[in-house]
Structures are given as structure tokens and as C-alpha cells.
């Protein structure tokens, strides 16, 4: 199993939206051959569970009340008729302006997407990087 403290944004957030079952990462769907055949499915499958399911139930609530709540930090990943799970953030960046980021899923309820976004030396998650996380979610989805 993956270690857990080594986990990046994507994964993490990824963990939370299934439940607390942290997936193993992968970033094709399918192998063609050269005629466009599948030869082989690779399928998303679970690595552990590493956050209990209610702690991440509680936590899901908590990162789309960040998207859609009264004053909310990340509403630039709002996405109409989808419920986002995010949460914006500043990094401290020593050789210069700080980076702006924000990681999310959805639909929150059912996560078929998570991204993590992080721009360097805009020091506005909220503000910067949101809204991206919001539109590559809106893409996936097809929305």
C-alpha cells in the first residue's frame, strides 16, 4: 500500500470522495494496438482504506460547503447542477509572491473527477486557481 503521508492533493482528495478509500492512481483508461483495437482495460482499483468512512463523509461536507457556501473561498469551482467538494489554499513561496491552489471532485456525492491546481506566484486560490480546478472538473464532466 501506498504511503499514506506521501499521498499527493489528487489522491488525497480523491480518498475523501470515495469514502476514505484511497484509489490507485492511473493515467490511461485502455492499450490500443496500432489498428486502434483494445488489447487491454485497465481498470482504477483500491489501494487501502485510509480515513474512516464518516470522517470522510463529514469532510465532504465541510469542502462543498467551501465551494457553495455563504462567502465561500472556492466558489470559482462552482460547476451549475453539480455539487464540487473543494478547498483553496496559499503556499508560502520563499523566492518570491506565494502560490495560489485549490484541490476539489465531483459530483461530490458520487466523484468521477479530481483535480489539483496550483499556480505559482498568484497567491489567490480562491481567486486564481479555483476557477481552473472549476472548468477542468466542468470539461471531464462534460458539462
Avoid: C
Avoid at 54 to 64: E, F, G, M, S
Avoid at 72 to 89: D, L, S
Avoid at 101 to 120: D, K, S
Amino acid at each position: 500500500m501506498k504511503d499514506w503521508s506521501r499521498a499527493t492533493l489528487t489522491e488525497t482528495a480523491s480518498a475523501i470522495g470515495r469514502g476514505g478509500v484511497m484509489p490507485t492512481p492511473h493515467y490511461a483508461k485502455e492499450v490500443r494496438d496500432s489498428a486502434g483495437n483494445t488489447i487491454r482495460t485497465i481498470a482504477p482499483g483500491a489501494a487501502g482504506q485510509v480515513i474512516r468512512p464518516d470522517t470522510a463523509a463529514r469532510i465532504t461536507t465541510y469542502l462543498v460547503g467551501a465551494v457553495e457556501g455563504p462567502g465561500a473561498f472556492a466558489f470559482g469551482a462552482k460547476i451549475p447542477g453539480v455539487h464540487v467538494a473543494g478547498k483553496t489554499g496559499t503556499a508560502e513561496n520563499p523566492a518570491g509572491s506565494p502560490h495560489g491552489w485549490f484541490v476539489g471532485f465531483a459530483p461530490a456525492e458520487a466523484p468521477t473527477v479530481a483535480v489539483a491546481v496550483i499556480i505559482e506566484n498568484s497567491g489567490q486560490g480562491g481567486v486564481d486557481a479555483a476557477p481552473v480546478g472549476g472548468r477542468v472538473m466542468q470539461a471531464a464532466l462534460g458539462r
